[in-house]
């Protein structure tokens, strides 16, 4: 300790000496109300949703083997239709959603790509839901029906 | 009578290092989990995003949101819905909604102005949507069509990262 600090903090010979503390607790709750107020708790992300037609700027690009085509329907199935080298389509329910796909993904493994369609009063929640579902299976998943 | 004035004299000091441990701890936390992001998603109140697992962060782009009762695009209120549904008459038969259309073709003029007067800003065809989960795909269908007609095609949904 240096003699100007001793002779502060020290004048009456002690060795230990208390901050005050009073003025940053002051600072720290201003802080804290500060970005309790601001803070937000949930975390806000992006799915990624291409759209299959629209645009006014055309792509060049490699037609893939097969187009896949799932579409929600109000009966709370899932028709599943693949065109292209393969022209099928099948009823599942959600559940069989998965194990439907990676079928196909085990047919097509260069699949890499769905679009996925709605009829009309089928909520957004269970659009995006099954979008996540698709996505764990094949990462390209775009929007069509319009 | 003796004890009652030993008493007075002794000094309360309350014992706030203690305390100020908890605020520090409590001030890192919330600067850990405070968003510092340039991108800012604010959803109107009233609109609960629906939920997924896996989601990308978030990225700047043209903003719309849709809520029961209408549509905004950056904020700006454009059409008026009736619970979460267009009226007959606000839709083409290109499944597209007019007044919707040109508030797109105005913002993309925007985009289009100023893309021309800097070389370092080129066209974004992102779409950021924010949509209450309600609401039915033959809505977000007509904002995505009119969107799209004027060059918004990349369309980017905004979520909520569930458990």
Known sequence: ???????????????????????????FTVL???????????????????????????????SPEVILTIELKNSQTILIKTQGKKNHSDEIVYEKLSQSLLELKSHWPNLSSATLIAENQIEYQDVVKTMDQIRKIIPAVMLGGF | MLRRRVRKKEEMSLQITSMADIFIIILVFLLKSYATGM??????AGIKLPETQASELAVDALKVEISKNGVQIEGNSVISLKDYTFSGNQIQNNGSSLELASAFEKERKKQILIAKNNENVKLDPRLILIADQKIPYS???TVLASAALNGYTDF??????GD
Not at chain 2, 156 to 161: G, I, Q, T, W
Request: proline residues 1%; contains cysteine; aromatic residues 6%.
């Open chain 2, 139 to 141: 809505t977000i269908k």
């Open chain 1, 1 to 27: 300790m240096t003699e100007a600090i001793r002779k502060t903090f020290c004048r009456d010979g002690a060795q230990d000496f208390e901050l005050n503390l009073a003025s940053i607790i002051d600072c």
């Open chain 1, 32 to 62: 804290i109300t500060f970005m309790l107020a601001s803070a937000s708790f949930i975390s806000i992300g992006i799915l990624d949703a291409g759209i299959t037609a629209g645009g006014t700027v055309l792509k060049e690009s490699v």
């Open chain 2, 39 to 44: 991108v800012n998603i604010n959803p109107s």
């Open chain 2, 156 to 161: 980017k949904l905004a979520v909520v990262h």
